[in-house]
């Protein structure tokens, strides 16, 4: 069944505004040839999306996810790292973590928990889902969805400090410069190195737990939450979907064919059952 799987899925992400502080890259030095305005709305500037603040989205929803299935996850962060806050490592601990990497005695012949498998990232291990970033584009016709690009409109947003002494009449203290990406519609591109069924189930219980939790501050993803940045609906594009079925799934005047109707049922029916079933074995499995 596994076999079927292609190795690339793709994750639909959509949101209205995404802030992703200093580190969206914008391509404006290209398109602009230097007349650069930054509250120009004819810019038709496109950039890129880092995986840094994806990935870490995606990996909270997966421990919470391992959690809600019984089982601890690999935390992030070394256990010796120098954390800002004292006892928070144990704390974390004591909520459903485990020490990062504890769940194998040698990262390079065993597995460790499934978190760890896939995120990698202690004693040379790479992991074995690659994520990537997002290219982002304002010109709908210019996104190639088959390559984890999306739909997006760079803005850089001001934002003023203002004075609270009444004789100020709100002068500014500061500016500050946010970039943000608007309208934001896409594919996000995940490659396994390797393929196993408790990874799919693992990533489609828990891309639908973070559309469930979209609203919570906790699962968000970016900054300026509490503005309403980082509400992201989000579901995993049926993988058994061929290319050109994947692009249609983002051709606003085309439906799903019968051939992905078809699809769409035996994914639901069969294949995501068998993968979730993966996933409760390897967490019951431990550690
Ligand atoms: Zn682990």
Redesign the pocket.
């Known amino acids: 069944m596994i076999e079927d799987i292609n190795s690339d899925v793709f994750v639909r992400i959509q949101t209205d505004l995404l802030v992703v502080g200093d580190s969206i890259m914008t391509d404006r030095h290209h398109a602009s040839n230097g007349n650069y305005e930054d509250d120009d709305p004819q810019n038709q500037i496109g950039g890129i999306i880092p995986a840094f603040p994806l990935s870490g989205w995606l990996r909270h929803g997966m421990e919470e996810t391992v959690q809600e299935y019984g089982g601890t996850?690999?935390h992030p962060g070394e256990a010796n790292a120098n954390f800002m806050k004292d006892g928070v490592y144990d704390r974390d601990l004591d909520a459903g973590y485990?020490e990062?990497?504890?769940?194998?005695d040698d990262p390079k012949e065993d597995d460790?928990?499934v978190?760890?498998d896939l995120f990698g990232g202690f004693g040379g291990v790479p992991g074995k889902v690659m994520r990537r970033p997002i290219k982002f584009n304002p010109v709908r016709s210019s996104v190639d969805y088959t390559r984890g690009q999306a739909e997006g409109h760079y803005r850089r947003l001001n934002r003023n400090i203002v004075s609270r002494n009444q004789e100020d009449s709100r002068e500014p203290l500061r500016n500050a410069e946010i970039d943000a990406v608007a309208n934001l519609d896409g594919c996000w591109h995940l490659s396994f190195r390797e393929m196993k069924p408790e990874f799919i189930g693992l990533l489609v219980e828990s891309i639908d737990f973070l559309d469930a939790h979209k609203t919570d501050f906790m699962h968000q993803l970016g900054g300026a939450r509490n503005f309403g940045a980082g509400i992201v609906d989000c579901h995993l594009i049926n993988p058994l979907y061929e290319e050109r079925e994947l692009k249609r799934v983002f051709d606003r005047g085309k439906g799903n064919t019968n051939k992905m109707d078809e699809k769409d049922d035996r994914w639901k029916e069969e294949y995501r059952p068998a993968f979730v079933d993966a996933l409760e074995e390897r967490v019951e499995g431990g550690?």
């Open positions: 996850a690999c485990h990062k990497g504890a769940c194998t460790g928990c978190v760890f550690p």
